[in-house]
């Protein structure tokens, strides 16, 4: 049963803890068997003792009539052994029959080496994450440069454009005003006078002939 119904069955009834303690050679993996000696204090010998894997019963033993405490002897592989911690027990029979139960021992814990292959692969995988963090903070201090120097190239562009189009402007306004000058110098210099000053009265011609000469009429058009 779980101890603490044992501790309850006890009452006011419990005695000294036992020392607990793993007994060499310690295990090196969940397959290999685990050793834990439980000792009684001195005068309790041939002691009944039990061991407790987190609050659960694993083992019963009895002492020797001469001895003080135990060793459970727990096989590799099998439900009992693994995990913890573990605790141990003793009780004896104490004053009109009635038993008297210790209190728990200091518990102790069983823990197993990491298989190299695992430590290998974990390291293995910690150096695999960190080139990868290392590879993504590259590319993006690469593309974040890339970036801004195309956005300096498309500014700079810009600007040739935007001083280029002013300095086009300008040459066809020049254009535009040495046309117009050029066409407004030739019209001047190429329109005539139109209606020439007569200084005197048109004289009409004379004939030598002494026959008369039927009078000669002319038309004349004034001038706009």
């Not at 002492?63 to 727990?74: E, K, S």
């Not at 990868?132 to 590319?139: E, F, K, N, P, Q």
Request: glycine share 8%; proline share 10%; aromatic share 8%.
């Amino acid at each position: 049963m779980p101890w603490t119904v044992l501790l309850f069955a006890a009452g006011s009834l419990a005695i000294p803890a036992p020392s607990i303690w793993l007994v060499p050679p310690h295990p090196s993996s969940q397959e290999d068997p685990i050793h834990i000696s439980c000792m009684a204090p001195g005068g309790f010998v041939g002691a009944n003792f039990t061991l407790y894997r987190g609050g659960h019963v694993v083992q019963f033993l009895q002492a020797p009539a001469d001895q003080l405490g135990v060793t459970f002897n727990l096989s590799g592989g099998s439900s009992e052994a693994p995990g913890g911690p573990f605790h141990c027990q003793y009780g004896v029979m104490g004053e009109h029959s009635q038993p008297q139960l210790s209190d728990l021992s200091e518990p102790v814990q069983i823990s197993f080496p990491v298989p190299t292959w695992i430590l290998t692969l974990s390291l293995s995988l910690v150096g695999t994450l960190l080139l990868l963090t290392g590879l993504v903070a590259v590319t993006l201090v690469v593309r974040k440069v890339k970036v801004k120097k195309l956005q300096k190239k498309r500014e700079q562009e810009s600007c040739w454009a935007q001083i280029n189009f002013a300095t086009t402007d300008m040459s066809f306004d020049n254009t535009l005003f040495a046309i117009s000058t050029k066409m407004t110098l030739e019209e001047d210099s190429a329109t005539p006078d139109a209606c020439p000053s007569n200084s005197g009265p048109r004289k009409r011609p004379t004939s030598t002939s002494s026959s008369p000469e039927p009078p000669e009429f002319s038309t004349f058009r004034a001038c706009q």
